[in-house]
């Protein structure tokens, strides 16, 4: 349960900084898919690198349960 807790809080980290860093174009990639947040639209987006399907999530919360559910098909 520790681990994670410590996983979440990472995440939970690293999407408050790219809403923080709004203004300069960050990425993150995990396990094929690309994280990023988009100023213009206000919300992260998580594209398949392999198939180019991208999805939007308003809050951290639903980004947050969409790249758990990346990483536990890893």
């Known amino acids: 349960m520790e ?3 410590t996983k979440n ?3 939970t980290k690293m999407l408050e900084n790219l809403i923080f860093y709004k203004d300069v174009q960050i990425s993150h990639t995990i396990n094929g898919y690309t994280l990023t947040y988009s ?3 206000k919300c992260f987006q998580i594209r398949c ?3 180019g399907e991208l999805a ?3 809050d951290v919360k639903s980004c947050e349960l969409a790249i758990s559910k990346i990483q536990a098909t890893q």
């Open 9 to 11: 809080n990472e995440t």
């Open 3 to 5: 681990m994670s807790f």
């Open 56 to 58: 939007h999530y308003s």
């Open 39 to 41: 100023k213009d639209l």
């Open 49 to 51: 690198n392999e198939t």
